[in-house]
């Protein structure tokens, strides 16, 4: 890099480290914002070059933040899992967020969780682009929305191929996914109903400014989310890469309130599909 600064991956301390001329001169750390922490007695010049440095990679440095954290987490549940002396729940809630379900085993990465069993609620603390860390056959019924487009295609169809193996024979999958062939029509079409729906019921726009709520800024919306989607997914490449994935029976079905979230926003932008 320019002005002798280079940025560098420190796997083992999980730390990355800016150096100038070989020297570190600079430590970022991140609590969810990425923090300089500066070696003692670094010119001011360099700490200039080193913030615009840091500034202009901080998505390459949020990145490897994340796959650090992301192997210490997968090694940490493994150790967790060993740990039980009961089998985890065999109905898996997958790419869970906030939506912990009593009874359950639900499966989801954040950086600053622990795994744990709480209070009838099991919560497995694992990077879903590694796969599931359950045995063959372990799992009766396997639920995920919203979560399988947030994966690369090579990401999704290797989840969907660990779903197929950690599912019992007659175990059943269950997909809430974004209707994005409903929103791509109603755009088409120029449904100002459907536009009037987001942007003023569900405030899907106020994070932009005045200027920028326009259709095509709510497509983007949809199909972007805020930049975390990676993927679009509809009946047809969903149902071709489940048959890939050792699946027979792959159904597109309606709402259905006894295990689907409720949330009405969800609803009107979803379609769900059952796999066997």
Not at 9 to 21: F, I, M, S, W
Not at 31 to 59: C, I, K, S
Not at 202 to 225: G, K, N, Q
Request: charged residues 30%; proline residues 5%.
């Amino acid at each position: 890099m320019t002005d002798g600064i280079s940025i560098d991956v420190d796997p083992e301390a999980g730390r990355v480290l800016v150096r100038q001329g070989g020297r570190a001169v600079a430590e970022v750390v991140s609590d969810g914002a990425l923090r300089l922490t500066f070696a003692e007695g670094v010119p001011a010049t360099v700490q200039e070059a080193v913030r615009r440095h840091v500034r202009h990679l901080r998505e390459t440095i949020r990145s490897a933040f994340w796959e650090l954290r992301s192997h210490a987490v997968n090694q940490a549940t493994r150790a967790f899992l060993a740990t039980l002396e009961e089998p985890v729940p065999g109905r898996l809630n997958i790419g869970c967020g906030r939506d912990l379900r009593p009874g359950w085993t639900n499966i989801d990465f954040n950086p600053r969780a622990e795994s744990h069993v709480r209070d009838g609620v099991t919560y497995l603390n694992w990077d879903l682009r590694f796969g599931i860390p359950l045995g063959d056959g372990s799992a009766d019924f396997l639920h995920s929305s919203h979560f399988l487009e947030h994966l690369r295609f090579e990401e999704g169809l290797h989840l969907l191929r660990e779903c197929r193996r950690v599912l019992k024979p007659e175990g059943t999958l269950r997909f809430a996914l974004p209707d994005f062939k409903a929103t791509f029509r109603a755009y088409v079409e120029d449904d100002r109903q459907l536009l009037d729906y987001a942007i003023r019921e569900h405030r899907l726009l106020d994070h932009m400014p005045p200027f920028a709520r326009t259709y095509a800024d709510f497509i983007s919306r949809s199909v972007y989310e805020n930049y975390e989607h990676k993927y679009v997914w509809d009946m047809e490449n969903v149902t071709a890469c489940l048959r890939n994935a050792g699946f027979a029976d792959i159904r597109q079905t309606d709402y259905d309130p006894a295990v689907d979230i409720p949330d009405m926003l969800r609803r009107r932008f979803s379609f769900y599909l059952t796999a066997t």
